[in-house]
T-cell receptor, first 113, second 111 residues
Framework: NAGVTQTPKFQVLKTGQSMTLQCAQD?????MYWYRQDPGMGLRLIYY???????DKGEVPNGYNVSRLNKREFSLRLESAAPSQTSVYFC????????????FGPGTRLTVT | QKEVEQNSGPLSVPEGAIASLNCTYS??????FFWYRQYSGKSPELIMS????GDKEDGRFTAQLNKASQYVSLLIRDSQPSDSATYLC???????????FGSGTRLQVQP
């Protein structure tokens, strides 16, 4: 089992460019999450998907969109990147939502110049 | 008041000592509590879960929960340099969509 995988590991974007961060899990989990982590700010929830076919906003959704492609995959899209979106992005999954034990992917380190 | 409060540290302890990490939370109905360890440049890793008042031991780690005081702690016995990391507390609130994470306490174990 690979657990939760994310691609890419690193990315540099120019302001205004778009990109999609990919996440996949092979643990047959129902719920998936996207967080960002900034120094001193802890982990902040961007979007989550309680189950296949559903998505909902978290604490900091502005500037992002998500797609729950199927039970395994949950992608995060930045339509027009801004320097404020420079961060480390983590995908996580859990058997059920609502704060069940979450397992994290290795992260994507994104820099927007 | 923040939902989850942790001292950012760094907490510095000598090798072999007991490290005590503390967390307070504001949601009185939180039922489950998780401790995550995060090494620098890596992702958070779940190391302990506790669901009821009292102590839960797993190897060198002991989680302690006091719901009346809204306080949860993590003790690491016989601390090793490899324990040097940031430890994140995450209570599960009722009706929440996901875990709420504290900002973490950075632990440094000095050889």
């Amino acid at each position: 089992n690979a657990g939760v995988t994310q691609t890419p590991k690193f990315q540099v974007l120019k302001t205004g460019q778009s990109m999609t961060l990919q996440c996949a899990q092979d643990m047959n989990h129902n719920s998936m999450y996207w967080y960002r982590q900034d120094p001193g700010m802890g982990l902040r929830l961007i979007y989550y998907s309680a189950s296949e076919g559903t998505t909902d906003k978290g604490e900091v959704p502005n500037g992002y969109n998500v797609s729950r492609l199927n039970k395994r995959e949950f992608s995060l899209r930045l339509e027009s990147a801004a320097p404020s979106q420079t961060s480390v992005y983590f995908c996580a999954s859990s058997v059920y939502g609502g704060g069940d034990e979450q397992y994290f992917g290795p992260g994507t380190r994104l820099t927007v110049t | 008041q923040k939902e989850v409060e942790q001292n950012s540290g760094p907490l510095s302890v000598p090798e072999g000592a007991i490290a005590s990490l503390n967390c307070t939370y504001s949601d009185r109905v939180s039922q489950s509590f998780f401790w995550y360890r995060q090494y620098s440049g890596k992702s958070p890793e779940l190391i302990m879960s506790i669901y009821s008042n009292g102590d839960k031991e797993d190897g060198r780690f002991t989680a302690q929960l006091n719901k009346a005081s809204q306080y949860v702690s993590l003790l690491i016995r016989d601390s090793q340099p490899s324990d040097s990391a940031t430890y994140l507390c995450a209570p599960r609130g009722t009706g929440r969509r996901a875990l709420t994470f504290g900002s973490g306490t950075r632990l440094q174990v000095q050889p």
